[in-house]
């Protein structure tokens, strides 16, 4: 194999690494069990630092493409053809995706000065009645962000903004039907259950493994709707790996069904690049994305969005798209300017890197 970087590229090196030999892995060029170069091969291939080579590696064994193993080097785990994740083996663990119990704090200065930017370069536009999708301006500030970040292709017409989690997930199961059986893991997050019992759906739970639910429970399932939180799983903190969240696009795409993919605290992953989204991984058109603002701006901001598949928004604007937008305008548009100014993306580096630096010592 010989991989090789662009010096012209946008990307650093190690990304240009790490996507490479994903997609060798993801296609079969590399097999279940083989062994992939030595860091110090692999850097002299792509005329790199060892340092650089050792960052790919290091992305790729945290998302569960490759496994290192001790004196030995490192091996592909990632199994597409049989939807199977890798245990691990005996005595290892695999990272643990960082505890966010508290809240972070955003910087109040920036929020303020923020705020009183609105108010004077806004004017009275912060008096209009919002969209029933939201404002536009922050659809597609979180349009691109999600570009940037995940590498999701979502079109503003697509992202639907609303008061917090547990208000999208209401107007979800209004989508998606209430006549459906849904799964939820176990254990999740109590309010998810308590929303979808208060809507009268019929849910089963689905127990968690090392790596995310357990398949056998999921191949039983009689559920067409799957609600999953890959990165964070709360409170057992487990993650989702590679193999594991391509066995969940089978689930939904063998069965005509639908993923809802929760994907809160995400920003905060150690790791040196955000996990891939299901919703970024699925080509079937069977993904709503869910995340919100509490956890990267403050609690107080009880702003979510969901980010539908083109299908699936064509549906609400012509089934619920009477609903009015539960978010005031002035909050949207601050959240806009935070995300468009890099504000936002700088608070979320700065807390990893903390993170990281602390989960190093």
Same mark, same amino acid.
């Given at each position: 194999?010989?991989?090789?970087?662009?010096?012209?590229?946008?990307?650093?090196?190690?990304?240009?690494?790490?996507?490479?030999?994903?997609?060798?892995?993801?296609?079969?060029?590399?097999?279940?069990?083989?062994?992939?170069?030595?860091?110090?091969?692999?850097?002299?291939?792509?005329?790199?630092?060892?340092?650089?080579?050792?960052?790919?590696?290091?992305?790729?064994?945290?998302?569960?493409?490759?496994?290192?193993?001790?004196?030995?080097?490192?091996?592909?785990?990632?199994?597409?053809?049989?939807?199977?994740?890798? !245990?691990?083996?005996?005595?290892?663990?695999?990272? &643990? +995706?960082? =505890?966010?119990?508290?809240?972070?704090?955003? @910087? $109040?200065?920036?929020?303020?000065?923020?705020?009183?930017?609105?108010?004077?370069?806004?004017?009275?536009?912060?008096?209009?009645?919002?969209?029933?999708?939201?404002?536009?301006?922050?659809?597609?500030?979180?349009?691109?962000?999600?570009?940037?970040?995940?590498?999701?292709?979502?079109?503003?017409?697509?992202?639907?903004?609303?008061?917090?989690?547990?208000?999208?997930?209401?107007?979800?199961?209004?989508?998606?039907?209430?006549?459906?059986?849904?799964?939820?893991?176990?254990?999740?997050?109590?309010?998810?259950?308590?929303?979808?019992?208060?809507?009268?759906?019929?849910?089963?739970?689905?127990?968690?493994? !090392?790596?995310?639910?357990?398949?056998?429970?999921? &191949? +039983?399932? =009689?559920?067409?709707?799957?609600?999953?939180? @890959? $990165?964070?799983?709360?409170?057992?903190?487990?993650?989702?790996?590679?193999?594991?969240?391509?066995?969940?696009?089978?689930?939904?795409?063998?069965?005509?069904?639908?993923?809802?993919?929760?994907?809160?605290?995400?920003?905060?992953?150690?790791?040196?690049?955000?996990?891939?989204?299901?919703?970024?991984?699925?080509?079937?058109?069977?993904?709503?994305?869910?995340?919100?603002?509490?956890?990267?701006?403050?609690?107080?901001?009880?702003?979510?969005?969901?980010?539908?598949?083109?299908?699936?928004?064509?549906?609400?604007?012509?089934?619920?798209?009477?609903?009015?937008?539960?978010?005031?305008?002035?909050?949207?548009?601050?959240?806009?300017?935070?995300?468009?100014?890099?504000?936002?993306?700088?608070?979320?580096?700065?807390?990893?890197?903390?993170?990281?630096?602390?989960?190093?010592?």
């Amino acid at each position: 194999m010989r991989y090789k970087t662009d010096e012209n590229s946008n990307k650093p090196a190690y990304m240009q690494l790490y996507a490479q030999i994903r997609d060798d892995i993801t296609t079969g060029t590399i097999k279940y069990g083989d062994r992939l170069p030595s860091k110090r091969t692999l850097a002299a291939e792509a005329g790199v630092s060892v340092i650089t080579a050792e960052h790919a590696y290091g992305i790729l064994c945290d998302e569960g493409y490759v496994e290192s193993r001790q004196r030995s080097g490192y091996y592909a785990v990632y199994r597409d053809a049989d939807f199977i994740s890798n !245990p691990g083996s005996p005595g290892q663990t695999r990272r &643990a +995706a960082p =505890s966010h119990s508290g809240a972070v704090t955003f @910087p $109040f200065s920036v929020m303020a000065k923020t705020m009183r930017r609105v108010l004077s370069e806004y004017g009275d536009a912060i008096l209009y009645k919002s969209p029933s999708k939201g404002v536009l301006r922050l659809r597609e500030a979180i349009s691109s962000y999600l570009s940037r970040s995940n590498g999701m292709k979502a079109d503003p017409s697509q992202i639907i903004v609303g008061a917090g989690a547990e208000y999208l997930y209401g107007l979800l199961t209004q989508l998606l039907g209430t006549g459906r059986i849904y799964a939820t893991e176990d254990p999740c997050y109590d309010k998810i259950r308590r929303v979808y019992k208060a809507h009268g759906v019929v849910y089963e739970k689905l127990p968690l493994g !090392p790596n995310g639910i357990d398949s056998a429970a999921l &191949a +039983a399932s =009689s559920a067409t709707v799957l609600h999953i939180t @890959p $990165f964070h799983s709360y409170p057992s903190g487990v993650t989702a790996d590679a193999s594991k969240r391509r066995e969940y696009l089978n689930f939904a795409a063998s069965r005509g069904g639908y993923i809802i993919e929760d994907n809160y605290d995400s920003e905060f992953t150690v790791s040196r690049k955000n996990e891939d989204t299901v919703f970024s991984l699925s080509e079937c058109g069977r993904v709503v994305y869910v995340n919100t603002f509490s956890m990267t701006v403050a609690p107080s901001i009880r702003v979510g969005y969901t980010v539908l598949p083109p299908a699936l928004s064509e549906e609400f604007d012509r089934r619920l798209g009477f609903y009015s937008c539960t978010v005031p305008v002035f909050e949207q548009y601050v959240l806009a300017e935070l995300i468009d100014n890099g504000d936002f993306e700088r608070h979320i580096n700065r807390v990893r890197r903390k993170k990281r630096t602390q989960t190093e010592k």
